[in-house]
């Protein structure tokens, strides 16, 4: 069954938590962004799993070393997903794997910044990753001409589980589904919601519908 994660991307745990406390009921992924864990530490990653046991707690890492070392701190804080960016060389994400296993928990690739990042996610899927985040950022969305339909035709070719990140909204939900993925990403299109709770419920209905 396709998931729903909420992408935090806010910069203090008290934020995060308030976040998290509205729209937790609809959502079954919790991620902790990569601006919030270099703001607040390991200490969010405790806090939010705390308050939520029940939900998918995804620290987004973006590690490109010490791939076994780091995946093991996020693991050890409470996280049952972390991210290791895909550019990096197979013996990071190895090692990340290997920490996953002994913690009982996933490794999550993610694409951003990979050019051919449907080549990537195949070869990264051979790892014993949970799967592959197809991932245009905050910055690369910002770039003139970005469509989020890129990553939706991606999802079609893979044939490997992904997720999709980068401008995720009430508009394209239901194309994302439609690409069969495995989770579906929104960071923006709650966090940034006059009522997030509202938004979460309306992505959540539309996601499922789809
Ligand atoms: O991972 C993200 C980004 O690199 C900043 O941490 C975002 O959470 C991800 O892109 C999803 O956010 P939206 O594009 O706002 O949905």
């Given at each position: 069954m396709a998931k729903l994660q909420v992408a935090i991307d806010l910069l203090s745990t008290k934020e995060a938590l308030e976040l998290a406390a509205k729209v937790a009921p609809y959502v079954d992924i919790i991620e902790l962004g990569t601006p919030l864990i270099k703001s607040e530490g390991l200490a969010v990653i405790k806090a939010m799993k705390a308050a939520h046991p029940d939900k998918l707690v995804f620290a987004d890492?973006?590690?490109?070393?010490t791939g076994e070392l780091e995946a093991g701190m996020a693991f050890g804080a409470g996280a049952d997903l972390v991210t290791i960016l895909g550019?990096?060389?197979d013996a990071t994400i190895i090692g990340a794997v290997k920490a996953a296993k002994e913690h009982g928990k996933g490794v999550v690739v993610d694409t951003i910044g990979v050019k051919d990042r449907v080549k990537r996610a195949q070869e990264v899927s051979?790892?014993?990753?949970e799967f592959v985040e197809l991932h245009a950022g905050l910055d690369e969305q910002a770039?003139?001409?970005?469509?989020?339909q890129v990553l939706i035709d991606e999802a079609k070719r893979a044939g490997v589980p992904v997720s999709i990140a980068g401008g995720v909204n009430l508009k394209t939900i239901a194309a994302v589904k439609q690409a069969g993925v495995a989770v579906a990403v929104a960071g923006g299109a709650i966090y940034g919601a006059a009522d997030p709770a509202a938004a979460a419920k309306e992505l959540r209905a539309a996601f499922d519908a789809a």
């Open positions: 890492f973006k590690t490109a070393d550019s990096v060389d051979k790892l014993g990753v770039l003139p001409g970005y469509s989020i």
